[in-house]
């Protein structure tokens, strides 16, 4: 674990300036994982085509929460402003979208859908970070299972295609990562 917690951030890192431009389209969600025997909340938003933007893991569901991530997916290089979010029933998502339009980050012609079905990308996507997360033996704290989660989304980035064909055409996973550290094989 030792590797993850070293390596992972630092994957996650080198792959944001070769992330494809997304969609305005976002679909953004949060689920549970479980931290030092507590439930935290791991925010996730995909574009309609199911690439990942960003995730924030929080120890607390609020609107200060949302407005973080939120505020984090905004600056990522690799979005762009959003058209129209999808938002499940969860009150403080929508309550820090209307704060976000009132501070000027975000248009205020900006759509906002609290639809709880619309989700269904976002709500599938979910299963492979559960999948690898729910065997391990959990995590003992907030940083570690950020660290962790950091390199499981780096991962599942590269597995979804998510990289501009400049750089990763034809390439495996094992490879792109080689030649992102300027690693020989």
């Known amino acids: ?10 994957i996650d890192k080198k792959i944001r300036p070769y992330l494809k431009r ?7 969600d949060e689920t549970y994982i479980k931290v030092n025997g507590k439930w935290t909340y791991l925010y996730r ?8 933007l960003d995730f924030l893991l929080r120890a607390k569901r609020d609107a200060k929460a949302a407005s973080r991530f939120f505020k984090k997916v905004l600056k990522a290089k690799h979005t762009q402003t959003p058209r129209v979010i999808n ?4 009150p403080a998502l929508s309550c820090s979208l209307e704060q976000l339009k009132e501070e000027g980050l ?15 990308i976002i709500e599938q996507d979910h299963r492979f970070i559960k999948k690898v997360t729910k065997p391990s033996l959990g ?3 907030l940083r570690t299972a950020a660290k962790t989660i950091a390199g499981i989304e780096a991962m599942h980035t590269l597995w979804k295609g998510q990289m501009r064909r400049c750089f990763s055409a034809g390439l495996s996973r094992a490879q792109i990562v080689n030649k992102l550290f300027d690693l020989s094989a």
């Open 87 to 90: 938002v499940d029933k969860n």
């Open 45 to 52: 938003a995909v574009d309609k085509e199911g690439n990942t």
């Open 139 to 141: 995590f003992k704290s």
């Open 1 to 10: 674990m030792r590797w993850v917690h070293e390596y992972a951030p630092q």
């Open 106 to 120: 975000l248009p205020k012609k900006m759509l906002i859908r609290p639809v709880k079905y619309l989700n269904n």
């Open 22 to 28: 997304t969609c305005d389209s976002w679909r953004v």
